[in-house]
């Protein structure tokens, strides 16, 4: 690689608190002729007057180059060329309103933010190389009528970009990290990369299991439902048609899409290296603030919403109807990766869904802190001043897990210094 060619440059959408950045910029740590460098960044939670997220982000980051607008109003030609294009964005309903006319975009739902990513791409002088996209597992599925309708409009759309895709769910604790919090990781690699050079000449299942970005990140073998379909309508055909009626989405947790093709195969993790557990990231006993035990008055309350019920309820209209749910674990156990932390973690009234431990102490909600450490964020990333250990908390339930980001973009950068140009 040529010395002026040192830098990847990186732009990062729906930032939150920067679980994308710290994950990727661990690279400059290592020995490299490549640098990461973050040139523009965004968050923006429309629901709040206070950009809580936003003041995080510019605090550990700075304000240089950082975005709170509404990305939606924020013009493509005010976003800096770069190489990489990150972000973790909303799952919501794609669903295609229309083509737009004498052109080749489209006009998705009013407010859904992946068309957004799509404006950004579409309009760009000079596309991003590579894409770097996060999401909840249920993409694969939505909507519910249209099983995979959602997934299918992000790739023939991202297709008709020019870029080839591969995905794959990924559980952190699989891969022996701290939580048990699963998620979709998609690349993409534009016409013209070696990558997307590399994917065209691999064969499919060798590049999901062996020759591939995320299968180098993390490794997989194989489990079952090997599956290859062409998606070759456009994009508005395929949001009103797609897998219509269908009780299952024909997309499985690994696969690419490159020229119309696609190949899905479900894989399984493979991982015997060193695993963490819930126990690792608590803090001592001392350093814990006594808000968050739980008293024995208030521990009733934990039992019956933990436990098992079978039980009669009424709405408020008086409609009376059999409620049911099953026993979950009380307190979590210490001895495996936690539950998925979910965004009302914090705060103290009682909840099925919380976190509660039992130390030689008491019984206890998590801390900020060990939440963090549950995504691999820094100690204290989220503290600041005004922002409330429950807000701390719905930052980590929005979050992801550092850890995931960082082995995959040590391999995107690696195979990416290692092409002729970037």
Known sequence: ??????????????????????????????????????????????????????????????????SNEDIAKVPVSQIPEHDLLVGGFPCQDYSVATTLKNSKGLQGKKGVLWWEIYRILNESKTKPKYLFLENVDRLL????????????IMLKSLSD????????????????????????????????TELYDNLKA???????FNDGILAKSFPVTFEKDDYKFQLKDDVKTISDTFNLGGKLSPFNNSGLYINDEVYTVKTKAQFDGKRKILKDVLVSDNEVPEEFYISDEELDKWNYLK??????????????????EGAMIFPDALDNASRTIITGEGGKSASRFKHVIKTKKGYRRLTPIELERLNMFPDNHTQLE???????????????????VERIGVTLFHAISEEKSV
């Not at 870029?163 to 013209?192: C, H, S, T």
């Not at 436990?307 to 049911?324: C, P, Q």
Request: charge should be positive.
């Open 307 to 324: 436990g098992a019920k079978k039980e009669i309820r009424e709405t408020k209209d008086g409609y009376k109807y059999n409620y049911a």
């Open 161 to 192: 970009l020019g870029y080839a895709v591969e995905w794959r769910v990924i559980n952190a604790a699989d891969y022996g990290m701290p939580q048990r919090r699963r998620r979709i990781f998609i690349l993409a690699y534009l016409k013209g």
């Open 386 to 404: 005004g922002v409330t250990d429950t807000k701390r908390a719905f930052f980590m339930g929005n979050a992801l897990v550092v850890g995931v």
């Open 1 to 66: 690689m040529t010395a002026e060619k040192t830098k990847i440059r990186v732009a990062e959408l729906f930032a939150g608190v920067g679980g994308f950045r710290l994950g990727l910029e661990k690279f400059n740590q290592k020995a490299s002729d490549l640098k990461v460098e973050v040139v523009w960044s965004n968050q923006r939670e429309p629901s709040t007057k206070r950009q809580h997220a936003s003041e995080v982000y510019e605090a550990r980051f700075g304000k240089k180059n950082h």
């Open 141 to 152: 599925k939505s909507p519910s009528k249209q099983r995979g309708r959602d997934f299918a």
């Open 202 to 208: 691999s064969d499919a299942e060798d590049w999901i």
